[in-house]
């Protein structure tokens, strides 16, 4: 295992970002289907410990888009760990539904809501490894899922079937199922969105909501399927940015408060494993904050890992900042260390070698386990369309 104190302070700080990257140009082409400039120079000049893949890193534009060439999309990868001083965590969103940033010929898992109708652990289970290895034969190894929120409202913009439902009881069964799956799958997954997103009204990307419950409302729904997973040993949290005035009153979301953080999450919670945010370029805290401010504060508050998924200018600005915070005194290079300690010792337990063979990928035994999800549930199984492998024929 690299120790922290072998590194740079421009390397740690790198250490402690995830980014993501856009097309070269304007024109829609996809470009970004490879390492591109910005790819690059996230890796080489940020030190990025880690890498995260949207569709549009992964699937060229089409309606509907074609199929992800898997060879392409694993070379990639592989190109990028090889820019890399450190090995990448490289990171997506594949929860199931209609958050996946992989498409066909990824076995197309339902919706988590499907799930919770289907109120079966062990399918839970299975889906989720069979997830992981498809994601690990790609060379993915870290799954932003599965989603803890519990959907209580209704009018929420941005949960709805993403969660596993409203029930308590049912959300928490069905998170700390699939927690096992995608470690045996290999790769680390991360509940999400600490202390909870499912009673809001508002979209954080689009804007700040805030939930007025009161702590002993949270400690019997929001916070319970967290606290399940932390008694797991899940690997990492990914925050909320979203305004819980029973937990701190200052006016800052959950991802820039030390309260929410360190004092509850890391102090009477008990978790030990990555803190990640959610994407800081979203409007929720970028509007107000700005992208690099909130970056800073996020650190201070507890963060591990800080999301800038888009533009190089946020990314390039967010590196500055952290990096004149510590040299100033602003933020700790103890804590820094805290944070590249638990990055390290994440990526060391990662599997090694080769993942499994690109042929898991849509394989029969998983789309099996994608069909008796939808029947345990009672809702209607899409058949998967066979396209050819693209790419695959050319080896």
């Given at each position: 295992?690299i120790?922290?104190?072998t590194l740079?302070l421009e390397?740690?700080?790198?250490q402690?970002?995830c980014?993501?990257?856009?097309?070269d140009?304007s024109?829609g082409?996809?470009a970004f289907?490879?390492?591109n400039?910005q790819?690059r120079?996230?890796?080489?000049?940020?030190h990025?410990?880690?890498?995260?893949?949207?569709a549009?890193?992964v699937?060229a534009?089409g309606?509907?888009?074609?199929p992800v060439?898997t060879?392409q999309?694993?070379?990639m990868?592989?190109?990028?760990q090889?820019?890399a001083?450190i090995?990448?965590?490289?990171a997506?969103?594949?929860?199931?539904g209609?958050?996946?940033?992989?498409?066909a010929p990824?076995?197309?898992?339902p919706?988590?809501k499907?799930?919770?109708?289907?109120?079966?652990w062990?399918?839970?289970?299975?889906?989720?490894?069979?997830?992981?290895k498809?994601?690990?034969?790609?060379?993915?190894n870290?799954n932003?899922?599965?989603v803890?929120?519990?959907?209580?409202n209704?009018?929420?913009?941005?949960?709805?079937?993403?969660?596993?439902?409203d029930?308590?009881r049912?959300?928490?069964t069905?998170?700390?199922?699939q927690?096992?799956?995608?470690?045996t799958?290999?790769v680390?997954?991360?509940?999400?969105h600490?202390?909870?997103?499912g009673?809001t009204?508002?979209?954080?990307?689009?804007?700040l909501?805030?939930l007025t419950?009161?702590r002993?409302k949270?400690?019997?729904?929001e916070?319970?399927?967290?606290?399940?997973?932390?008694?797991?040993r899940v690997?990492?949290?990914?925050?909320?940015?979203i305004?819980f005035p029973?937990?701190?009153?200052?006016?800052?979301p959950?991802?820039l408060?030390k309260?929410?953080?360190?004092?509850?999450?890391r102090?009477?919670?008990?978790?030990?494993g990555?803190i990640v945010?959610?994407?800081?370029?979203?409007?929720?805290v970028?509007?107000t904050?700005?992208?690099a401010r909130a970056?800073?504060?996020a650190?201070?508050?507890?963060a591990?890992?800080?999301?800038?998924?888009?533009t190089?200018e946020?990314?390039k600005?967010?590196?500055?900042a952290l990096?004149a915070?510590?040299?100033s005194?602003?933020?700790?290079?103890?804590q820094?260390?805290?944070?590249?300690r638990?990055?390290?010792?994440?990526?060391a337990n990662?599997p090694?070698g080769d993942g499994p063979?690109?042929?898991?990928?849509?394989s029969?035994?998983?789309?099996s386990?994608?069909r008796q999800?939808?029947?345990?549930?009672?809702v209607?199984?899409?058949?998967p369309?066979?396209?050819p492998?693209?790419?695959e024929?050319?080896?």
């Amino acid at each position: 295992m690299i120790s922290v104190d072998t590194l740079a302070l421009e390397e740690k700080i790198g250490q402690m970002l995830c980014l993501g990257w856009q097309s070269d140009d304007s024109s829609g082409n996809d470009a970004f289907l490879n390492v591109n400039e910005q790819a690059r120079r996230c890796v080489e000049e940020l030190h990025a410990g880690g890498m995260i893949l949207f569709a549009r890193n992964v699937q060229a534009p089409g309606n509907p888009r074609p199929p992800v060439d898997t060879v392409q999309v694993r070379d990639m990868i592989a190109e990028l760990q090889n820019l890399a001083k450190i090995p990448l965590f490289v990171a997506v969103d594949q929860e199931g539904g209609r958050v996946a940033r992989f498409g066909a010929p990824f076995t197309a898992f339902p919706s988590a809501k499907v799930f919770g109708e289907a109120n079966q652990w062990e399918l839970a289970q299975k889906a989720a490894k069979c997830t992981a290895k498809e994601l690990r034969a790609v060379g993915v190894n870290f799954n932003f899922a599965p989603v803890a929120d519990i959907n209580s409202n209704p009018a929420n913009p941005v949960i709805g079937d993403r969660a596993f439902g409203d029930n308590v009881r049912v959300v928490t069964t069905m998170v700390i199922s699939q927690l096992p799956g995608f470690y045996t799958g290999g790769v680390l997954s991360c509940v999400k969105h600490f202390p909870g997103h499912g009673d809001t009204d508002l979209d954080s990307h689009l804007a700040l909501p805030m939930l007025t419950h009161s702590r002993k409302k949270m400690d019997k729904r929001e916070l319970q399927p967290f606290k399940s997973a932390i008694e797991l040993r899940v690997p990492a949290i990914m925050t909320a940015h979203i305004l819980f005035p029973a937990l701190d009153d200052t006016g800052v979301p959950a991802t820039l408060s030390k309260p929410i953080l360190t004092d509850l999450l890391r102090g009477e919670l008990g978790f030990r494993g990555l803190i990640v945010t959610d994407c800081l370029q979203m409007k929720a805290v970028a509007d107000t904050w700005g992208t690099a401010r909130a970056a800073v504060m996020a650190a201070k508050a507890g963060a591990d890992i800080l999301l800038v998924c888009h533009t190089w200018e946020r990314q390039k600005e967010t590196f500055d900042a952290l990096l004149a915070a510590v040299r100033s005194g602003e933020l700790s290079e103890a804590q820094v260390n805290d944070s590249v300690r638990r990055i390290l010792r994440a990526k060391a337990n990662l599997p090694t070698g080769d993942g499994p063979p690109l042929s898991v990928i849509g394989s029969p035994a998983h789309v099996s386990v994608a069909r008796q999800v939808c029947e345990a549930a009672g809702v209607p199984f899409l058949e998967p369309v066979v396209a050819p492998t693209l790419g695959e024929s050319a080896l």
